[in-house]
């Protein structure tokens, strides 16, 4: 038994984490045995939750996120007072675009995507939203990683690097190098690295305009309009320096 499992508040957990985009909904039978729990104490649990409307059953007697939890966790201070002050800067750059406009933060090694814009003929993603992707996988994701500390860039340059497609950047020394020049350059142009059909452009997002980097924003287009990207440069940094010094003067009304 694991040392989670041995508390009520870590099997609560264990049935919370067995939920998410690839498995949005699931059978009481299909939760504990996922979390190996016994069928008598999942019962247990997610009737608690459920009271709580944290889990939520549908017509079909299968189990999903309730609204209660979703109206927590939007709360979560990293990701609301940041989506507060892009949203404005986001729905111009879309504007300016009419591009897929996305947002994202680093979680140890990996991207969070925290907001997305996106119009009736955009390209479409194979993120959303609350999604996760290893840092590596991602023009945005790469963003982070050139600006992350040197500990998470090493412990992600030392893992295998999943290669998404034939274009992907998988060799360790390149990835370096194509850091140093994010770095060097702001502006990231991420050509087919996880999709066949998408190139992504984009910029750090910091804490003022010379603070540390907290986010990153980026433009999704279509591989078949890859030589737009050359001109999203200026309007995605205009937009990545609004966000940077709004977070700037907040962080200093803060002190």
């Not at 603070?211 to 924003?217: F, I, K, W």
Request: hydrophobic content about 45%; some cysteine.
């Amino acid at each position: 038994m694991s040392a989670t499992r041995s508390t009520a508040a870590g099997k609560v957990l264990e049935v919370l984490s067995t939920f998410g985009r690839d498995c949005p909904s699931q059978t009481l039978s299909e939760i504990a045995q996922r979390t190996g729990l016994a069928l008598s104490t999942a019962h247990r649990v997610v009737a608690e939750l459920a009271a709580w409307g944290a889990l939520e059953r549908g017509e079909d007697g299968s189990w999903h996120v309730g609204l209660r939890l979703w109206e927590i966790a939007s709360g979560c201070p990293r990701s609301q007072i940041l989506r507060d002050v892009a949203l404005p800067f986001m729905q111009d750059l879309y504007e300016a675009t009419h591009e897929n406009i996305q947002l994202a933060v680093r979680e140890g090694t990996e991207l969070v995507f925290v907001e997305r814009i996106a119009g009736h003929r955009s390209v479409e993603l194979v993120t959303m939203v609350g999604s996760r992707f290893p840092i590596g996988s991602t023009g945005m994701g790469r963003v982070l990683l050139a600006h992350a500390p040197a500990d998470i860039q090493e412990a992600v340059l030392d893992a295998p690097l999943r290669a998404w497609t034939s274009h992907t950047v998988t060799d360790p020394r390149t990835l370096r190098a194509q850091l140093d020049g994010i770095r060097r350059e702001q502006v990231f142009v991420s050509d087919r690295q996880l999709s066949d059909t998408t190139v992504a452009v984009a910029a750090p997002v910091r804490i003022g305009r010379t603070g540390p980097v907290g986010a990153a924003l980026g433009i999704v287009i279509a591989a078949s309009s890859a030589g737009r990207a050359r001109g999203l440069r200026e309007p995605l940094l205009r937009a990545v320096h609004g966000i940077s010094e709004e977070l700037g003067r907040r962080a200093r009304a803060a002190v």
